[in-house]
């Protein structure tokens, strides 16, 4: 159960858009559609922000989207905002011993 | 209003057990798979474990397998995380959530802190 690969810090200004990577393998990320992603803001828990790849809970903001090509998912924030600011984790179903991974983690920093 | 309330946390002894429990209100418990998360300071997100509606279908991470039980009580609307052996490398503070069914861990507990010192 190796952690998902995500780049450890990202930054943007306001008004930009940014995208973090969250890459594994064909037995995780690129075998089902089971990618969830996550924004923590320092002290808090975890907030859903995107569920099965590409769905947003109600509530989310339509800045929030998500994609996946191969291996590979993608997290893209558009018109970045301050409270942005934080740390986002990818979540993905493993097939072969039917448990679950999280992404090291990717730090954005708008500056 | 969906509430999950974790408690159970401490500071305890290398080898000590506890149990952790979370309190959950505000929708239909026995409905919903559940899971564990786990966070040391300072650090990422780790996955724990999962448990099913009834609790017949459990699975852990690979750190915790043999050492940590989760399971349920639907009649009292909690889950509960039962770890024994613990070292170290288990402080964190421990996360119940709410699983969509398809992993998107959909409400969060506030947690709780768990803390293996000698």
């Known amino acids: 159960q190796s952690a998902l690969t995500q780049p450890a810090s990202v930054s943007g200004s306001p008004g930009q858009s940014i995208t973090i990577s969250c890459t594994g393998t064909?037995?995780?990320?690129?075998?089902?559609?089971?990618v969830s992603w996550y924004q923590q803001h320092p002290g808090k828990a975890p907030k859903l922000l995107i569920y099965e790849v590409t769905k947003r809970p109600s509530g989310v903001s339509n800045r929030f989207s998500g994609s996946k090509s191969g291996n590979t998912a993608t997290l893209t924030i558009s018109g970045l905002q301050a409270e942005d600011e934080g740390d986002y984790f990818c979540f993905s179903y493993i097939t072969i011993s039917t448990s679950w991974v999280f992404g090291g983690g990717t730090k954005l920093t708008v500056l | 209003e969906v509430q999950l309330v974790e408690s159970g946390g401490g500071l305890l002894q290398p080898g000590g057990s506890l149990r952790l429990s979370c309190a959950a209100s505000?929708?239909?418990?026995?409905?919903?798979?559940m899971q564990w998360v786990r966070q040391a300071p300072g650090k990422g997100l780790v996955w724990v474990s999962r448990?099913?509606?009834?609790?017949?279908?459990?699975t852990y991470a690979d750190s915790v397998k043999g050492r940590f039980t989760i399971s349920r009580d639907n009649a009292k609307n909690t889950l509960y995380l039962q770890m024994s052996s613990l070292r170290a490398e288990d402080t964190a503070v421990y996360y119940c959530?709410?699983?969509?069914?398809?992993?998107?861990?959909?409400?969060w507990g506030q947690g709780t802190l768990v803390t293996v010192s000698s």
């Open positions: 064909s037995s995780d990320v690129g075998h089902y559609n089971l």
């Open positions: 959530a709410r699983d969509g069914g398809k992993g998107g861990l959909s409400y």
């Open positions: 448990i099913n509606t009834d609790g017949t279908n459990t």
């Open positions: 505000g929708f239909t418990f026995r409905t919903y798979w």
